[in-house]
């Protein structure tokens, strides 16, 4: 059966629905790596890539986030390209697709043994490098609940040129950044030192298994080896990225999920002490932030209309089209604020920058053609105070690039 006729079989109608109404908590590979705000589900992405593309085919996502969709596409031999403007989803992305030696992970056990039962309540200060106690980068973690927690962090990464390879140092940030999430993002209870030191113990063999797990599945995969390039830029620039306009290089498939119009998601922070913000995760990486939410949502959580996000939105999905095949599918999961008004003017800017939106049959719906909608799971418990608001239904749109 072709491709094309098999994307409107009732096979794949009941496939890619089961998917996306997974409830299931994200894991699997290094997936559990760190719980980047708002994504999307593996089995989501896994499927939408076997079923719209090919072994060897190219996979983008161009608001990459916690990668995923890379993670997928690169264990079910797809070539790999993602791009977010946020740096923090550049370096995790990067820590979940990246193989280490043996030797590489040995140093990490042994750091994680030997240094971090080492550290108390009393570790000499002296020994925590002042560039690491950083006021500005260490926002509101100097309230009660978070002060110790925040000493400990700065003691491990000061240890951490032990370590000796770049992405040793990685993992073993990224497992810092794992547990002082768990630890400090959204609590309503305080955690000690000591359960913050056997969490952090924890988080690395856990990690360590799990990258194991995807490293064999990567090599498990006959033929080429896929590539995997990851893009700090903002996706309305994706078009000029050299991987593309040098190399004649087109995207079969595109699978991902915008900012959502009207909705502000904090990727850029971490919620503490009632709810302060903190840019805390960026400190714990080593990567640069600096900026707003209107940086990261295509508008700010102040600004009255939508109007620019819309123009922005357009930019990029025109960007986005320029690095696609004619006949690829790009399929995205997305939620509205107000769905009747907002998804005809994102499904207008889809039309507009070249898409044509594919709709699936299903005689259960009286020959009506319909989209497949969800209520978003395991959202924080602040979130879901406020009930089953528009916000919390995504759906998932699905076009052919023309």
């Not at 004619?326 to 008004?341: E, H, L, R």
Request: hydrophobic content about 35%.
């Amino acid at each position: 059966m072709s491709k094309k006729l098999f994307l409107q079989s009732d096979q794949t109608i009941e496939e890619l629905t089961r998917s996306v109404l997974d409830n299931n908590r994200i894991g699997g590979l290094t997936h559990n790596f760190y719980r980047y705000p708002a994504r999307f589900s593996p089995i989501f992405a896994s499927t939408a890539i076997e079923l719209f593309s090919s072994p060897g085919d190219v996979v983008l996502d161009p608001y990459m986030g916690g990668g995923t969709t890379i993670v997928e596409a690169i264990v079910a031999g797809r070539h790999a390209i993602g791009a977010d403007l946020n740096s923090l989803s550049i370096f995790l992305t990067k820590v979940k697709t990246t193989k280490l030696s043996s030797i590489e992970k040995e140093s990490i056990s042994s750091w994680a043994e030997q240094f971090i039962s080492k550290v108390t309540y009393r570790y000499p200060s002296g020994n925590i490098s002042d560039l690491l106690l950083d006021t500005k980068k260490t926002k509101n973690l100097n309230l009660p609940k978070a002060r110790f927690i925040k000493k400990f962090i700065a003691a491990a990464l000061t240890s951490l040129n032990i370590l000796q390879s770049p992405n040793a140092m990685d993992f073993a940030r990224c497992a810092i950044l794992n547990t002082a999430q768990w630890t400090l993002d959204g609590r309503k209870s305080h955690t000690t030192l000591t359960q913050f030191r056997n969490r952090l113990k924890q988080n690395i063999q856990q990690m360590l298994e799990q990258l194991k797990d995807f490293e064999n599945q990567v090599s498990m995969q006959k033929g080429k080896k896929p590539f995997r390039t990851l893009i700090e830029k903002d996706a309305a620039l994706i078009d000029q990225e050299p991987i593309f306009s040098k190399h004649n290089l087109k995207a079969d498939l595109v699978v991902t999920s915008p900012p959502y119009p009207g909705l502000h998601v904090l990727y850029h922070r971490w919620q503490v002490n009632g709810r302060r913000e903190t840019p805390a995760p960026y400190w714990i990486a080593g990567c640069e932030d600096g900026q707003g939410d209107s940086y990261y949502n295509f508008g700010s959580r102040q600004q009255t209309g939508l109007d620019s996000y819309f123009e922005k939105s357009l930019k990029t999905l025109k960007a986005i089209r320029r690095v696609m095949r004619s006949g690829g599918y790009m399929i995205q999961m997305v939620a509205f604020s107000d769905p009747g008004n907002h998804l005809p003017r994102y499904l207008a800017n889809m039309e507009a920058a070249g898409f044509k939106e594919t709709m699936f049959h299903n005689k259960s719906f009286l020959d009506k053609r319909y989209r497949i909608w969800r209520l978003v799971p395991n959202r924080k418990w602040h979130a879901n105070l406020r009930g089953k608001t528009s916000g919390s239904r995504e759906v998932v749109l699905i076009h052919e690039a023309v």
